[in-house]
């Protein structure tokens, strides 16, 4: 198993990227609440960048929004709420502010633990809708029969990216991980170990 | 019976801030705890580094809600 896990490790040891910010990351300093002693992390994969990117662009639109809502509904422009305190405009300002502080930093969560982990035994994905419904799902890694992945659209060919999609033997669940960075790569890793785990 | 209005719409609007920011106090605390468990079933080494930010944000939650309470409060007395 060591020297197995040594030369993955070798093999891919360029793909690695910083912990916090990556969307691949090799062998990555990842303990898993129920790891097995023998269990080695190899991979774990997160949504492109390009998607948290997205995402905080939103979040900025909102906030604007949410100003020049409040701005028009306190200052009297259209002759509504025109009554309204200005202390009162300014609690709503604040509370715009804080909602945009929320929808980034949970922006920043559901991505950062949107993953597929991927250990010498088994492959884990955790799948998140929001930062409030998650799935999580398991399979062995013997069990996997087809990686396969697809790609559509500009944004997928301007930064490499595609979808990811597992199937499992004997299970109707399917790992499914979208907008994934270099999905060609991810697969034959997986394709790797899944070969390897089946010689031994 | 005389209704006045403006005391009704004072009170109208301290219980929609009111309730907002209840289920405000309420989704950064589930989010806290959330975080908290995640942490721990993934546990890398900014695991401390995410709990101890989104425990910031409830203390910025909750301070929102203080200042937001005195500002109504300032603004309708």
Redesign the interface.
């Known amino acids: 198993m060591t020297a197995r896990v040594q030369k993955l490790r070798e093999k891919l040891g360029s793909l690695s990227r910083s912990?916090?910010l990556g969307s691949i990351l090799v062998f990555?300093?990842?303990?898993?609440?129920k790891q097995e002693a023998d269990e080695r992390i190899v991979l774990v994969v997160r949504k492109h960048p390009v998607v948290l990117l997205w995402r905080i662009v939103l979040a900025v639109l909102e906030l604007l929004l949410g100003f020049f809502i409040i701005y028009i509904l306190t200052s009297g422009v259209l002759g509504v709420f025109g009554h309204i305190?200005k202390?009162?405009s300014?609690?709503l300002y604040?509370?715009n502010l804080?909602f945009f502080?929320?929808t980034l930093?949970?922006s920043y969560?559901t991505w950062?633990?949107d993953?597929v982990?991927v250990t010498t035994t088994r492959i884990v994905d955790?799948d998140f809708k929001n930062?409030?419904a998650?799935r999580?799902t398991e399979a062995r890694l013997a069990k996997i029969e087809d990686v396969t992945i697809g790609a559509a659209g500009l944004l997928s060919a301007l930064f490499d990216m595609g979808n990811l999609f597992l199937q499992t033997a004997g299970s109707r669940d399917e790992f499914e991980i979208r907008n994934i960075p270099r999905p060609l790569k991810v697969q034959s890793i997986i394709m790797e170990l899944v070969s390897s785990l089946r010689r031994r | 019976m005389v209704i006045d209005i403006a005391r009704l719409t004072n009170w109208l609007?301290i219980a929609i801030?009111g309730m907002?920011m209840i289920l405000?106090i309420y989704?950064?605390i589930?989010?806290y705890l959330?975080?908290k468990i995640?942490a721990?079933?993934?546990?890398?080494?900014?695991s401390p580094v995410?709990i101890f930010?989104?425990f910031l944000?409830l203390v910025?939650?909750l301070v929102?809600t203080l200042?937001?309470i005195i500002?109504?409060f300032?603004?309708l007395h």
């Open positions: 912990l916090m990555p300093r990842f303990r898993l609440a305190s202390t009162i300014l609690s604040l509370i804080m502080v929320t930093w949970t969560l950062y633990y993953l982990i955790m930062i409030l998650m999580w | 609007i801030f907002g405000y989704y950064a589930y989010l959330r975080i995640l721990r079933s993934v546990n890398t080494e900014y995410i930010m989104t944000h910025a939650v929102l200042v937001v500002l109504l300032v603004a």
